[in-house]
């Protein structure tokens, strides 16, 4: 199971998630639960089924949709409320409706029974339970984004748990374990993908991606592969060679420049292998990335000229 930190995170923008203390507890829980259910789960660095129970515990408060707001309490930074609600083992979540504690659970729950834990809580307090899982996939691409791929990929796969038929959470949770250089975890996830999703925009983004990743584990040596296009410029195997070791080095532009020249030089070479590594590319960076749209536009040209 993966090792996640609860504090790297990314929560969604407001209040719906944030860290309380002793000084805010009266005002982040107490007071804020006269409207709305608050969950407070109590944890400390050294748990790890805390690392394990907080990104899914975000997924569900946020899927929740305003429905209920979440509480991360640091027990070795406030150790008094612990003590005062007798927090003996951890995880602790409690669940605060009208300023009294209404439920609680202990230990790492998975994330069908963390949702319908929180259901139940909403139920209780009169609200209406609700759907929809764009929020918890936004929250996710945005811990991608910061670096947290531990994290996001816990929140992905809880999304995957209520909607097994979601495409961007198959996507997003194949481009995590990439990030987090588990090649062949990204791989199965995508063979696991159902048929009906295959061609979905996502899951073909994730595909080029791994693609992609392969090719960098074999990636040669840029400095040595430039030298030998510029010693003989229609060396076309080494300019591909570099456009591969340029995008594995993190270059995307420079790689796609290179095969563009490549294209322009021969585009019937080795079957329009250059052209077929820049769709590769286009396919797995955003569709309005500079890259992309400048590549595009440029590749269009010569193919009309």
Not at 193 to 205: R, W
Request: glycine residues 6%; contains cysteine.
């Amino acid at each position: 199971m993966l090792e996640l930190n609860p504090t790297a995170s990314a929560a969604p923008s407001g209040d719906l998630i944030k860290d309380g203390t002793e000084a805010t507890f009266m005002a982040d829980v107490v007071d804020a639960s006269q409207a709305v259910p608050v969950i407070v789960d109590f944890w400390a660095p050294w748990c790890g089924p805390c690392r394990q129970l907080t990104p899914a515990i975000e997924a569900a408060v946020t899927n929740a949709e305003g429905a209920v707001k979440l509480v991360k309490v640091n027990v070795d930074e406030n150790p008094q409320i612990a003590q005062q609600l007798r927090v003996q083992s951890l995880p602790t979540v409690y669940a605060f409706w009208k300023g009294q504690p209404i439920d609680a659970f202990q230990g790492a729950l998975p994330p069908s029974d963390i949702k319908a834990f929180i259901d139940k809580v909403i139920e209780a307090s009169g609200g209406e339970v609700g759907g929809g899982l764009g929020e918890a996939l936004e929250t996710a691409e945005t811990m991608l984004e910061q670096g947290a791929a531990a994290d996001a990929a816990s929140v992905f796969a809880a999304v995957l748990e209520e909607d097994p038929q979601n495409a961007a959470a198959y996507g997003g949770l194949a481009r995590a374990h990439l990030a987090l250089d588990q090649v062949d975890e990204a791989a199965r996830v995508l063979l696991a993908v159902p048929d009906k999703l295959s061609s979905a925009p996502e899951i073909e983004a994730a595909r080029a991606q791994l693609e992609l990743a392969r090719q960098a584990a074999n990636a040669g040596p840029v400095a040595e592969l430039r030298a030998a296009v510029e010693a003989n410029p229609d060396d076309l195997q080494a300019r591909f060679d570099l456009a591969q070791a340029l995008y594995a080095a993190g270059d995307a532009e420079a790689a796609v420049a290179e095969l563009l020249d490549s294209f322009r030089r021969d585009r019937e070479w080795n079957d329009g292998a250059a052209k077929t590594q820049l769709f590769t590319i286009f396919e797995a960076l955003k569709p309005n990335d500079p890259v992309v749209l400048n590549g595009r536009r440029k590749l269009s040209s010569m193919i009309f000229a």
